[in-house]
């Protein structure tokens, strides 16, 4: 038996204005520029998967423990950021979404 539906935490204002602000260059990109962009999206989608060299370094840490609030927090954000993005341009997420299901299987 399911429990009830939580509904999400608020977002806190300086987030959202800080997603605002890369939704707002996100605009005026080229199509290289919003390529790169998926890449960096990728990279903190998967970080074990898909990485770049910058990435590659700060994901040798191990993590042995259930995430905390702030991580837990953070993954609400980045989905609502998504979704924002989502309406500026479904098919640019749709292709992160398809890139992130490529990553599957493998290390």
Known sequence: ???PV???EPISYVTLQEQRCVLSWFQGWTAAQ???????LLGKAVPGKVCTLLDSLSTLQVKDKLPNIF???LQ???????HMLEERDPEFVSHFYRSVAGTAGRD
Do not use: K, S, V
């Open 34 to 40: 919003r390529e790169r962009f998926l890449q960096d």
């Open 76 to 82: 609400e954000d980045r989905n609502h950021f998504l």
């Open 6 to 8: 939580r509904e999400p």
């Open 71 to 73: 991580e837990c927090q």
């Open 1 to 3: 038996i399911a429990g």
